[in-house]
Each structure stands twice: as C-alpha cells, then as structure tokens.
C-alpha cells in the first residue's frame, strides 16, 4: 500500500522551462512534507519542505504547493537547469499517537528529471 | 561538520552469508535511519535508532538488525543473505529533536551490495 505516490516515473523538460513533479498521498495525517533530490551514486539531498499549515513555500527556484484537500502537492522548478536532472523524491511524515512516533517518513518512488540542454 | 559517513561502499557477498554495514553521523546528531533502496521499490525504510534505542521499525523480515552505540554511531546486519537483498543501503541522520516536525534528515552516500 502505497501511502505516497509519485504516479510519473519520469520527466523530460527543457532548459529555461518549468518543471512541475507531482505527489499524491493517502494517510490525511501526514502534516510534513519533503522533496529530497539524488544524483547517482549518492544519498538523498534535502530540497524544501512545508508543513501542512502552509499552502505555498518558496526556495529560490523551487516552490513546493499543497492541496490538503486533493492530497497533493507539487515542486516547481524555474527556470530549469541541466544540473538538476536528478531523481526527486517525495515524503511525507504525521503524528502518530505518541509524539515520540512521527519521525517515519514514508516515501514515493521518485521521478526522474532530465532537463536538457 | 563532516557529513554522514558510510562503509564500506560498495560489497559483494553471496548467498547464505551475513553482512555489516556501518554508518557514522553528522557530528550532534542523536538519530540515525536505515533505508534499501532498490529501483522497483524506491525507498524502503529499515528502522530507525535514537539514543542507543530502536524507534521506529520498517516491515522488514528478522533477518535485519541494526544497533546505536553511545557515540550515535550505527551498525546493521543481514544475515543469511537473499539475492532480493542487493540493493542500496542508506543511512541518514537527524539531530533527533524528539517532538519536532523537522524530518529534515541527511544522507550518506550509501553502500552498494551485491548478492551472488
């Protein structure tokens, strides 16, 4: 059971343009949201977040959007970059009954980016 | 700071051994996250350990274990290795704020291991 999913595997774009990634999730508990980016052959890199009290958060290029009610969000890269093609992985984390449980992240398979040149 | 650290990088074992991999935190940080990640599966959390305690458990069969040791540093064990077992294994690390949101976690580069 998939909680987080990322329903495009991949993602092809021109440089200059936007990139959108899409995320959809399940458990409306989750209340913590991540993108994280990897290169092959290294770890995971944390992009930006946003906590479920926000709608819209912005980091330079990228901004992360959040439907609470549809249970999606969205990253936005713009203008694209040839350096960011990458995988980009979603994640979501909640509250669990005990406050002491909410540090599980759950997360989508990834979308691979290719922004080409 | 040093980032997270990860050894070996790369392995190959076969089947019906057991193997060890380490995973050294950023420096301050008190919890430490185990994930395979294979291509099919994405990211698959392992467990999670917080001041020498296992946290957090992922649906894992018993043949994965892991520890803390008073100095953050993490370990964890396969034994009687499957070749559905070669994967990425990645450690990420937290400061461990205990009722904080902030997930934030940083990863090291993970270790390859193969499985013949």
């Known amino acids: 059971d998939q909680q987080v999913k990322q329903n495009s595997p991949s993602l092809s774009v021109q440089e200059g343009r936007i990139s959108i990634l899409n995320c959809d999730y399940t458990?409306?508990?989750?209340?913590?949201f991540l993108w994280y980016k990897k290169y092959p052959a290294e770890g995971p890199t944390f992009l930006i977040s946003?906590?479920?009290i926000k709608d819209k958060n912005e980091d330079g290029r990228f901004t992360v959007f959040l439907n609470k009610s549809a249970k999606h969000l969205s990253l936005h890269i713009v203008p694209s970059q040839p350096g960011d093609s990458a995988v980009y992985f979603c994640?979501?984390?909640?509250?669990?009954?005990?406050?002491?449980?909410?540090?599980?992240?759950?997360w989508g398979l990834g979308t691979s980016l290719a922004v080409n040149p | 700071k040093a980032g997270v650290t990860q050894t070996p990088r790369y392995l190959i074992k076969t089947r019906g051994q057991q193997v060890t991999l380490s995973c050294s935190p950023i420096?301050?940080?008190?919890?430490v996250s185990w994930y395979q990640q294979t291509p099919g599966q994405g990211l698959q959390f392992l467990f999670e350990?917080?001041?020498?305690?296992?946290?957090n458990k992922g649906n894992f069969p018993g043949r994965f274990s892991g520890r803390q040791f008073s100095n953050s540093r993490s370990e964890m064990n396969v034994s009687t290795l499957e070749l559905g077992d070669s994967a990425l294994y990645l450690c990420?690390?937290?400061?461990?704020?205990?009722?904080?949101?902030?997930?934030?976690?940083?990863f090291g580069p993970g270790t390859r291991l193969t499985v013949l």
């Open positions: 990420a690390s937290s400061p461990g704020a205990y009722v904080s949101s902030t997930d934030t976690q940083y």
């Open positions: 420096s301050g940080h008190r919890s």
């Open positions: 350990y917080f001041s020498e305690t296992q946290r």
């Open positions: 458990n409306s508990m989750f209340d913590y």
């Open positions: 946003i906590s479920s």
């Open positions: 994640a979501a984390s909640g509250k669990g009954r005990n406050a002491g449980n909410n540090r599980k992240l759950i």
